[in-house]
């Protein structure tokens, strides 16, 4: 069934031994800028599972290009990282896995303030990202970097590692004399694609000797930049030929946008709802000019995809890099005919949220990314004591998991008549739909170990208390609480959770009040528009969803916008009266009335349901509270501390 996928291939002077590879990305496990213990199994569990292919973080070169100052990033500026490297080699080698570094300078893609000092780039273009003005490199400059990456090309090589990378996208260096958008120079690398490829054909021709022939040299490049007046698929169709040309390319990997742009950055790893499979049409095009394997990635998360990708030649290798921060075990579980097995990547972007954030990579449903990057461990025990999970919530639904998994016993009680929580409310919406399989993962894999929830269990501490001797786990989560708004009563007030058991019941027109500066005003106000009401949603911070993640927040601001919904910044509510609210601008003072309004959904406060667990609390039996009876939070916090609450019940 996924045949295709599980041909070897030949890349260069490697045969890899299947056509899944993990795209570089940036785990955030370095010690000190080099590959340490965390970082090393962090790739030796994939390699270990069969992954054919991975490759290092961005790693940069030269300090005028840094893609962080945080040590927990790879930097390849001097022999300090060779030793590293070689643990890394020896490490994925001996599981049959070829490990490529990628190499990388930023541009002018950064702040300048967070690199500390100015980024060299082709021309001084402002990103609009960041604001970033880069300085101009000179000739002088441009040799200096490619010596950067000749050195570092060197190192790898000393290393033991199986090749290269040259990043040639989302703007970083090589990518910013291809594109339009960024180079605006006068001189021989400047104005005619020939020209603006002249310096990644020259950094192609300095970096094979230092790599040798015996290893692989690739090239990250994007199939297009996506905005008017940049790259095009035909611009990079033959900068493709050209590359090829050189003799010295082993393989492409395509991929789109450009960092520099104000959206790029959010767009060529966006969360759900985006599609799957989403630069097949650019890698197949690049495919139809050259001869070199291309390589694609884009939120390949599943076997067939990626199976249907290979047979129908979009691609001769799929990243699924995403999907093996969520499940490091993919190609085994393939092999084995397990593909059900696999936990699903759902597109929550938990992971690049982390990165963002300068924490290491932590996945929404996968909490053992740091630990031991797999599944939990039996216990070694053979008399384990029963448990008794009460809430069958994401936290309900992990802590019976892990307890089943480590050879407990499990019962899982539930109050209402179904498993999920609020998560299973949120996934009714059209955008959170993806999200399901967190809840439907967890529960197949349950019943395969026999625990089934069991519904419409109301218990009291005294029941509880009675079921048996065994370990009690609370998971039984919280509620919402609307505020209390002065007001006639004019004005229907209900909160997200509500909302979204039945959208139906609350028709007319909406304000929603955002406080909780996530997603869930937003899913609310998602649920209204889609049933035709006119939707406001109104915040007292600058913006609305502020702490929602860039790759998060840009496609929900477009679904929003573009299905009528206003936004309202900087405003709080005062009051409502006949139907009408009172709005007060927190700077000025200065009041707005928004007239006819049906609905207030108040994105407030979440107030655990916790009652049980205080009664519990003076018993002499184990009680284990878990996710957000002990503090809301989100889902990614209530499945972390439950697997974690379970893990450290009994030894492993
Ligand atoms: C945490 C994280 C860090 C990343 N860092 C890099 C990087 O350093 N260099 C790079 O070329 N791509 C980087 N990427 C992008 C991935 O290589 C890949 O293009 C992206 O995740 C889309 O593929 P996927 O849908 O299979 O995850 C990163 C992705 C993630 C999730
Ligand atoms: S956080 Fe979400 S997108 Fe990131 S790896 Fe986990 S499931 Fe996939």
New binding site residues.
């Given amino acids: 069934m996924h045949n295709r996928l599980l041909e070897p291939i030949e890349i260069g002077p490697r045969r890899l031994r299947n056509r899944i590879f993990i795209s570089a990305h940036v785990p955030g496990f370095a010690d000190q800028g080099a590959p340490g213990k965390r970082y090393i199994s962090y790739h030796r569990q994939r390699a270990a599972a069969g992954v054919a292919m991975q490759i290092t973080g961005g790693t940069a070169v030269h300090r005028s290009g840094l893609l962080t100052t945080a040590p927990s990033a790879l930097v390849n500026l001097d022999d300090t990282i060779i030793p590293g490297y070689q643990s890394l080699s020896d490490a994925v080698q001996g599981e049959g896995g070829t490990m490529l570094a990628q190499l990388a300078h930023s541009a002018g893609t950064l702040s300048a303030e967070l690199l500390g000092q100015p980024s060299w780039a082709p021309s001084p273009v402002r990103s609009a990202l960041t604001g970033n003005v880069p300085h101009e490199m000179s000739s002088a400059e441009i040799l200096e970097i490619i010596d950067a990456f000749v050195a570092a090309s060197g190192r790898v090589r000393a290393g033991g590692l199986d090749g290269i990378e040259l990043l040639s996208a989302f703007g970083f260096l090589p990518h910013a004399f291809l594109s339009p958008l960024n180079n605006r120079r006068t001189d021989g690398y400047g104005g005619s694609l020939k020209n603006r490829m002249r310096f990644l054909l020259e950094l192609v021709e300095a970096c094979r000797p230092a790599i040798g022939e015996d290893r692989i040299l690739g090239i990250r490049i994007p199939g297009s930049d996506m905005t008017p007046g940049g790259l095009e698929i035909s611009d990079m169709q033959a900068v493709a030929q050209a590359l090829e040309n050189t003799g010295q390319v082993d393989y492409l990997n395509v991929i789109a946008y450009n960092n520099s742009l104000r959206f790029g950055r959010a767009l060529h790893w966006p969360?759900t709802p985006a599609g799957h499979e989403l630069f097949t049409e650019l890698s197949a095009q690049i495919k139809a000019v050259v001869s070199l394997p291309v390589l694609v990635a884009g939120r390949i998360t599943h076997p067939d995809q990626a199976e249907a990708v290979i047979a129908s030649g979009q691609a001769d290798m799929v990243a699924m890099t995403?999907?093996h921060?969520?499940d490091p075990e993919i190609v085994r579980k393939i092999t084995e005919g397990r593909a059900d097995d696999i936990r699903p990547?759902?597109?929550?972007?938990?992971?690049?949220r982390a990165r963002f954030q300068g924490r290491p990579v932590?996945?929404?449903?996968?909490p053992y990314v740091i630990s031991r990057n797999t599944d939990p461990t039996p216990a070694s025990s053979n008399d384990l004591p029963p448990v008794t999970v009460v809430g069958a919530g994401p936290a309900g639904l992990e802590a019976a998991l892990t307890a089943a998994q480590r050879g407990h016993s499990v019962r899982l009680l539930e109050r209402s008549g179904e498993y999920g929580g609020q998560l299973r409310l949120w996934c009714r919406v059209e955008s959170q739909k993806e999200l399901a399989a967190v809840i439907d993962w967890r529960v197949r894999q349950l019943d395969k170990l026999g625990v089934h929830p069991e519904f419409n269990q109301t218990v009291t501490a005294d029941q509880l208390l009675n079921i048996d001797d065994g370990i009690i786990v609370m998971a039984t989560g919280a509620e919402a609480v609307a505020d209390a708004i002065p007001g006639d009563g004019s004005v229907v007030q209900t909160t997200p959770v509500e909302l979204l058991n039945d959208p139906g019941l609350f028709t007319g027109r909406a304000l929603i009040r955002d406080q909780g500066r996530g997603l869930s005003a937003l899913v609310a106000a998602e649920a209204l528009a889609a049933q035709g009401s006119n939707v406001i949603v109104v915040t007292d911070e600058p913006a609305v969803g502020l702490d929602l993640d860039l790759t998060v927040r840009v496609p929900a601001y477009d679904r929003l916008l573009n299905s009528g919904v206003e936004f309202l910044p900087n405003h709080k509510i005062a009051a409502f009266e006949d139907g009408a609210v009172k709005l007060q601008h927190v700077f000025t003072g200065q009041q707005t009335v928004l007239p006819s309004i049906d609905v207030l959904v108040d994105d407030h406060i979440m107030r655990p349901c916790d009652d049980l667990m205080k009664a519990l609390a003076g018993s002499d039996r184990i009680v284990r509270s878990v996710g957000d009876c002990v503090a809301p939070r989100t889902v990614e916090a209530a499945i972390h501390e439950a697997a974690q609450a379970i893990a450290q019940l009994t030894p492993a």
Avoid at 345 to 352: F, M, P, Q, R, S
Avoid at 362 to 366: A, E, F, G
């Fill in positions: 969360a995403r999907a921060i969520t990547c759902v597109g929550a972007n938990t992971c690049i932590r996945c929404m449903h996968n």
